[in-house]
């Protein structure tokens, strides 16, 4: 596709519920990042696959939080029993190898009431 | 921990004035640093990346410098616009992430 589409751009969750963000990356593009962003901050790394590795889940804040990617194309990421703190922006890039210029999609904003 | 720190938080300006936002980064093996634009409630729009072995890159009104041994980068905007207003984040490529600073907010008068 032309850019990186996420889906849904908004997404308002009662806690508890779970929610699933999805991210469909530019064709051909092997890197996938996600990264959560805060209001007022900088985004904050959540995790990193390549294809349909998932090389990096350093930044997952919890075991509530799964990303996949097994098609090495579309991702999704699952967040399970939904906490006020979660409510952010998710963002995902992709690129086309490790390194290179990550493009990045419009973000999927998420509100835990 | 990579550590990026972005100075001045905000920058209000009057149209037609050069700029300079600045960049630090605590640990120099970056594979890459990249600036990046964010408009309210969009997502970010890549404006310039320099390689780690690179030295500065231009595109336009933008210019971008990188010293790694003083783990700095600039961003010079020339002849500010009001469409330039948006936050101005930076953010290094270490290890399998991007290292993000908390962004400069810029306010261009007309």
């Known amino acids: 596709g032309a850019g990186v589409s996420q889906s849904p751009r908004y997404k308002v969750a009662k806690r508890g519920q779970d929610v699933a963000l999805r991210c469909d990356p530019i064709?051909?593009?092997?890197?996938l990042f996600w990264y959560q962003q805060a209001l007022g901050q900088g985004p904050e790394f959540l995790t990193y696959?390549?294809?349909?590795?998932?090389?990096?889940k350093s930044g997952l804040p919890s075991d509530r939080f799964f990303a996949e990617r097994p098609e090495g194309s579309v991702s999704t990421l699952k967040i399970q029993r939904t906490q006020q703190e979660d409510s952010a922006v998710y963002l995902c890039?992709?690129?086309?190898?490790?390194?290179?210029?990550?493009?990045f999609g419009p973000g999927t904003r998420l509100t835990v009431l | 921990k990579q550590e990026v720190t972005q100075i001045p938080a905000a920058l209000s300006v009057p149209e037609g004035e050069n700029l300079v936002l600045n960049c630090s980064f605590t640990?120099?093996?970056?594979?890459?640093l990249q600036w990046f634009r964010q408009d309210p409630g969009k997502g970010l729009t890549s404006l310039l990346l320099?390689?780690?072995?690179?030295r500065e890159q231009t595109s336009g009104r933008l210019n971008a410098s990188l010293d790694k041994s003083s783990g700095r980068s600039t961003l010079y905007i020339a002849a500010s616009q009001p469409g330039d207003s948006a936050t101005y984040l930076c953010?290094?490529?270490?290890?399998?992430?991007?290292?993000f600073g908390t962004g400069t907010s810029l306010t261009v008068i007309p």
């Open positions: 064709s051909g593009h092997v890197s």
């Open positions: 320099i390689q780690s072995s690179q």
């Open positions: 953010a290094d490529h270490t290890g399998n992430q991007f290292y």
């Open positions: 640990d120099s093996a970056i594979y890459n």
């Open positions: 890039a992709s690129s086309l190898a490790s390194g290179g210029r990550s493009i």
């Open positions: 696959f390549q294809n349909e590795a998932q090389l990096d």
